[in-house]
């Protein structure tokens, strides 16, 4: 089945602790996105990726990290730094190209707490 | 970074009943999207619009592109109980054309009660 595919599904982090979240997908898109989600805050860009080996910051890019090194992959780091990493993260991707109809496609999401 | 207005927050109706929810923008956009998403999945697409003026359905849920460019609505009548959950705007306005970047609305959380 074709899709995006998130892992893990619930992540827990101790203070000081750099975590990496996973992302892959096998619908051959060309972009991919990481989103933070918070109650009450809808979905908040963190990076993007329009192609392999580049990205760009999103609005709170601070305390993570991430590598575009394979087309299908797109990992999010979320690092010591980041003071206050407990929300629900959502990976996307889209097509991307003239004609994509700019129609982002989710995993099912991972779920960080702090110990 | 740029958020829409979406209302309302949340609805709590019975089942059989309509609803509406509408997202509003201070610049324009040139695409519109509407997500359903349930409790700890992702955010599932439930529209696509790309015309001003554009109505279109799909199933119980209508969404409309307004004629300003500026705001979207989206109806669902006759709600069932599996119509819990929350239910997103997002869009693309002229100035992240070339981007890719979406911007969310905050979210309707829908409530029906049998």
Known sequence: DGGIT??????FRKEGQNVTLSCEQNLNHDAMYWY???????LRLIYYSQIVNDFQKGDI????????????????TVTSAQKNPTAFYLCASHHGGAGAKNIQYFGAGTRLSVL | GQQLNQSPQSMFIQEG?????????????N???WY??????????????YKAGELTSNGRLTAQFGITRKDSFLNISASIPSDVGIYFCAGLSLLSYNTDKLIFGTGTRLQVFP
């Open chain 2, 36 to 49: 359903k998403q349930d409790p700890g999945e992702g955010p599932v697409l439930l529209i696509a619009l």
């Open chain 1, 36 to 42: 933070r989600q918070d109650p009450g805050q809808g």
């Open chain 1, 61 to 76: 890019a601070e305390g993570y990290s991430v590598s575009r090194e394979k087309k299908e992959s797109f990992p999010l």
């Open chain 2, 17 to 29: 009943e309509d609803v509406s929810m509408n997202c509003t923008s201070s610049s324009i956009f």
């Open chain 1, 6 to 11: 998130q892992s893990p599904k619930y992540l």
């Open chain 2, 31 to 33: 695409t519109w999207l």
